[in-house]
Nanobody
Framework: QVQLVESGGGLVQAGGSLRVSCVAS????????MGWFRQVPGKEREFVAR????????VYADSVKSRFTISKDNAKNTVYLQMNNLNPEDTAVYYC?????????????????WGQGTQVTVSS
């Protein structure tokens, strides 16, 4: 079992930056692929970024590529999402997720554990 708690969301102006964090409790955080997803009311949960178990490989959605960076600190049981040059279309609830198998995927249904989410609002 893994419990995930996100933090760091908030209100930021367009063009600004924000870093959200996700702390995992439980065992063997280094065995988990981690992903970030986001969701707005009335829409499906959307893939944002994912990172491999050792943090050496990352994949991004086209909409955030070159603006967002995912990183993983296995010593701190934490995954981060650094978001730069934010725009109002990035407004959403951001969720982190953990997958306890060796292969990492971008589909939400591939993930076993989810946090409660943190709201990110970008004003124009």
């Amino acid at each position: 079992q893994v419990q995930l708690v996100e933090s760091g969301g908030g209100l930021v102006q367009a063009g600004g930056s924000l870093r959200v964090s996700c702390v995992a409790s439980g065992r063997s955080f280094s065995n988990y692929c981690m992903g970030w997803f986001r969701q707005v009311p009335g829409k499906e949960r959307e893939f944002v970024a994912r990172i491999s178990r050792n943090g050496g490989s990352a994949v991004y959605a086209d909409s955030v590529k070159s603006r967002f960076t995912i990183s993983k600190d296995n010593a701190k049981n934490t995954v981060y999402l650094q978001m730069n040059n934010l725009n109002p279309e990035d407004t959403a609830v951001y969720y982190c997720a953990a997958r306890g198998r060796s292969s990492c995927y971008t589909a939400p249904e591939a993930y076993d554990y989810w946090g409660q989410g943190t709201q990110v609002t970008v004003s124009s």
